[in-house]
């Protein structure tokens, strides 16, 4: 029996940064190593776990799971691990002769921290060991002043205001992403500007801890060998790694709300103009979800982050799929009947 640790990599960072697509590429260039994987979406809806079946790693043809792909699907994970997590875990442990590396995806609006403190508690430590907590930045995001697109930047000013006696909980959480990291991924960063891909990377190091390798990157290309094998051994100096959360008992996601809507939606291009005009209305950071569209046998894939939105058909639905579209809004204040309403509506006229 082998009673080696399996090395877990923890990959966090904001809505929209990339790490599905990173995760994608990474077990898509496996190359033979047996990758365990756990995605963590926040919303009622698993879609990123969805779109990773879709790649046709770790699953069988039907898309479903084989035991190589876990999705915990109800809130942040770092607030579920003792409902959901540590049964999964147990799973891996007792299967780790079939597991070279584990790789744990966070919502992105989760803190790393408490995840990697839950590899300090015993059932945990003597299977796993933290390899890396690796952050991806977006990295034109930054460079615009902010972490992930224009909603984002009016909250997080909104937020910052002198008088509200705070700081943007955004601003926060992206710091305290950096502080925890033990590798950066500084995304997206094909086609900018030099001078402004060297002030992002000021503003990341100002906030990673001294010595953290920064790596540029663009649509998830980053070598296995920099992401995997890195045996920093996280659990045992995680606690040295101050955070703006460090001193609360519970982290609060009240200022981020996640529902989900169903509509009637009859043609694409009407949809993207909605949900366009939908954000500038509303604190509307992520939108995210599955399209059933009149005579079409493929499902079509909804994404986006702020005003940008990307849509695109993955697969024809299969007949254990209800035929309905549902999308699920994350931002903050969100009402879901008026949402709901408001993109109907727009959609009939």
Not at 218 to 228: N, T
Not at 303 to 315: A, I, K, L, P, T
Request: aromatic content about 4%.
């Amino acid at each position: 029996m082998n009673l080696q640790k399996i090395p877990a990599t923890i990959v966090t960072g904001f809505l929209g940064s990339g790490k599905t697509t990173l995760l994608r590429k990474l077990l898509t260039n496996a190359q033979g190593r047996r990758i365990a994987v756990i995605v963590n979406e926040f919303g009622e809806l698993g879609i990123d776990g969805e779109l990773l079946r879709g790649c046709g790693i770790g699953c069988d043809e039907n898309g479903e799971d084989n035991g190589q792909l876990f999705e915990l699907a109800n809130g942040c994970l770092c607030c579920t691990v003792q409902e959901e997590f540590a049964p999964v875990m147990e799973q891996l442990a007792a299967r780790r002769d079939q597991i070279d590396y584990l790789v744990i995806e966070t919502s992105g609006l989760a803190l790393p921290k408490p995840l990697v403190q839950a590899f300090q508690w015993p059932a945990l430590r003597n299977a796993f060991t933290v390899d890396a907590v690796v952050t991806v930045v977006d990295a034109p995001a930054v460079a615009a002043g902010d972490f992930a697109d224009d909603p984002v930047a009016v909250d997080a000013q909104r937020r910052a205001d002198d008088n509200l006696d705070h700081e943007s909980p955004l601003h926060e959480l992206f710091e305290d992403q950096l502080a925890t990291a033990d590798l950066v991924i500084v995304h997206k960063v094909d086609g900018m500007d030099p001078a402004a891909l060297e002030a992002v990377e000021a503003t990341v190091r100002a906030e990673a801890p001294a010595g953290v390798k920064l790596v540029r990157a663009s649509h998830g290309d980053v070598p296995l060998d920099v992401l995997l094998g890195l045996q920093r051994a996280v659990e045992d100096v995680i606690d040295d790694r101050k955070t703006h959360h460090d001193e609360e008992e519970d982290h609060d996601h009240d200022a981020f709300d996640s529902v989900s809507v169903g509509l009637e939606v009859t043609d694409r291009a009407r949809l993207i103009v909605a949900l366009q005009a939908l954000v500038q209305r509303h604190e509307i950071y992520r939108v995210k979800g599955f399209v059933a569209l009149p005579g079409a046998a493929m499902r079509l894939v909804v994404q986006g982050v702020g005003q940008r939105f990307d849509s695109h058909f993955d697969h024809a639905w299969r007949a254990d799929e209800p035929r309905a579209t549902r999308l699920v809004l994350i931002g903050d204040h969100l009402n879901r009947n008026q949402l709901q309403g408001e993109l109907q509506a727009a959609l009939s006229r």
